[in-house]
């Protein structure tokens, strides 16, 4: 009896062992198979990142606050935020409504108004503006003097023609 015994938890052990194993080896095929996806995954992340990194260097090449060499033709007026000085100042100017000699252009439905504006260097601006019909860009000349005012020149302007 006590033979019986001994076989019959020794199969049992057995069996337990076996059972074990082969869900062991399940568990772990299905994690390989979740890291093999998740490291694919994380791949893609990665060269996706690199390639915005890569986007991201190429649109400030030429923006005033990436440029050490525009930011040091101001050092002597010790000024700070001297591009928000020069685009508060260019969007003033849209106060001015008609009388804005920036652009050049009459008011055909509304009056033009500057929207986006990007300071390129310690020189140039390219601005957008557009009366909510028609759009049109300008590439502007500034100089700030020595008391902060910001005067600015006209140098080329286009407007788009209407699709309508």
């Known amino acids: 009896m006590k033979k019986n015994i001994f076989i019959y938890l020794f199969v049992f052990t057995a069996l337990i062992l076996v059972f074990q194993l082969v ?8 994690l390989e198979g979740k890291l ?17 990194q890569l986007q991201l260097d190429a649109s400030t090449d030429f923006v005033l606050e990436g440029n050490e060499y ?21 969007y003033e ?8 000699k920036l652009i050049p252009y009459a008011a055909m439905d509304r009056t033009f108004l500057i929207n986006k504006v990007k300071v390129l260097n310690h020189r140039w601006i390219i601005a957008d503006f557009s009366d909510g019909t ?31």
């Open 70 to 90: 525009a930011l040091r033709y101001f050092e002597p007026l010790s000024m700070e935020n001297i591009q928000s000085r020069v685009m508060d100042a260019l």
């Open 23 to 30: 869900n062991s080896n399940k568990i772990l095929n299905r």
């Open 36 to 52: 093999s996806t998740i490291s694919q995954f994380n791949k893609q992340l990665k060269d996706s990142i690199y390639n915005v």
């Open 93 to 100: 100017t849209n106060l001015l409504k008609e009388k804005n």
């Open 134 to 164: 028609h759009w049109g860009e300008l590439f502007l000349t500034y100089e700030i003097n020595k008391s902060g005012g910001v005067s600015f020149e006209l140098k080329e302007h286009f407007i788009y023609p209407n699709p309508h």
